[in-house]
Nanobody, 115 residues
């Protein structure tokens, strides 16, 4: 009954920006760690960014300074603001929630960075 729904993906040119959203339902959102992962074709899924309930953030080195993760607990939503996008950022982006030793995932939203 826990659901995570991502939105905001699309096609952008190198140097462009997108904001991804992940809406959670069926779980108490504000007490859980949240994260964004991505998976490019033929590659393993990798961690992009995380945020704790109190707002502590971590980032993969390749996106540090370009991406910003945030959360709005009142809206049960986590965001990923992506600036200065590069072709290597092309991937399906997945929202992740961790609760009591379990991982919950959305179905992903596709981000394509290309000229």
């Amino acid at each position: 009954q826990v659901q995570l729904v991502e939105s905001g993906g699309g096609l952008v040119q190198p140097g462009g920006s997108l904001r991804l959203s992940c809406a959670a339902s069926g779980i108490i959102f504000w007490i859980n760690d949240m994260g964004w992962y991505r998976q490019a074709p033929g590659k393993q899924r990798e961690l992009v960014a995380t945020i704790t309930p109190s707002g502590t953030k971590t980032y993969q080195d390749s996106v540090k300074g370009r991406f910003t993760i945030s959360r709005d607990n009142a809206k049960n939503t986590v965001y990923l603001q992506m600036n200065s996008l590069k072709p290597e950022d092309t991937a399906v982006y997945y929202c992740n929630l961790q609760h009591s030793g379990r991982n919950y995932w959305g179905n992903g939203t596709l981000v394509t960075v290309s000229s």
